[in-house]
T-cell receptor, first 113, second 114 residues
Framework: AQKITQTQPGMFVQEKEAVTLDCTYD???????LFWYKQPSSGEMIFLIY??????QNATEGRYSLNFQKARKSANLVISASQLGDSAMYFC??????????FGKGTRLHILP | EAGVVQSPRYKIIEKKQPVAFWCNPI?????LYWYLQNLGQGPELLIR????????DSQLPKDRFSAERLKGVDSTLKIQPAELGDSAVYLC????????????FGPGTRLTVL
């Protein structure tokens, strides 16, 4: 069975610091994809970054990067130079066989001025 | 390009009443998803459509929930009768068929059952 685990319910980070949000996953599928979404208080889920299980390099999108460690089954999101607007819920998700997608419980990130 | 549209944004009903949510996906997106999101939790898939076919409805409580996507475009999710535990946010998302097929989400419908 597929599973996503986000162990940090909440985090407080000073503005301009880097932050790492943890995500571990479990799957027996040989091919899968990992996603990170941001959900501000407005409620809309915003796609941030994607990592395919066969991608050789870690994904990067602007200030977002994904620290993908396949052997450890982890896909941590790194946000560099955090901004006040980064305060939100962050969800890790995985798409596996049959395009089934599951989400973790999320991490609430608070950026402090 | 317009995003995923959902209506209504908010709905308050009494238990045992019926309720319906509507979703219009991004133009050209063949795959449509309905999710339920409880407070402080991640979204949980209720049903996934490929065009007009429901390809995954294993998590849909079929005794009270139903969904349709008759022409393979917009979709309706219905609850009848609603229960107190159905209070949640109902999210609709769509994805295309190229690239990584990331999902684009609508703003959601917040349902409160009294």
């Amino acid at each position: 069975a597929q599973k996503i685990t986000q162990t940090q319910p909440g985090m407080f980070v000073q503005e301009k610091e880097a932050v790492t949000l943890d995500c571990t996953y479990d799957t027996s599928d040989p091919s899968y994809g990992l996603f990170w979404y941001k959900q501000p208080s407005s409620g809309e889920m915003i796609f941030l970054i994607y990592q395919g299980s066969y991608d050789q390099q870690n994904a990067t999108e602007g200030r977002y990067s994904l620290n993908f460690q396949k052997a450890r089954k982890s896909a941590n999101l790194v946000i560099s130079a955090s901004q006040l607007g980064d305060s939100a819920m962050y969800f890790c998700a995985m798409r596996g066989w049959g395009d089934k997608i599951i989400f973790g419980k999320g991490t609430r990130l608070h950026i402090l001025p | 390009e317009a995003g995923v549209v959902q209506s209504p944004r908010y709905k308050i009903i009494e238990k045992k009443q019926p309720v319906a949510f509507w979703c219009n996906p991004i133009s050209g997106h063949n795959t449509l998803y309905w999710y339920l999101q409880n407070l402080g939790q991640g979204p949980e898939l209720l049903i996934r459509y490929e065009n007009e076919e429901a390809v995954d409805d294993s998590q849909l409580p079929k005794d009270r929930f139903s969904a349709e996507r008759l022409k393979g475009v917009d979709s309706t999710l219905k609850i009848q009768p609603a229960e107190l535990g159905d209070s949640a946010v109902y999210l609709c998302a769509s994805s295309g068929t190229s690239g990584i097929n990331e999902q684009f989400f609508g703003p959601g419908t917040r349902l409160t059952v009294l």
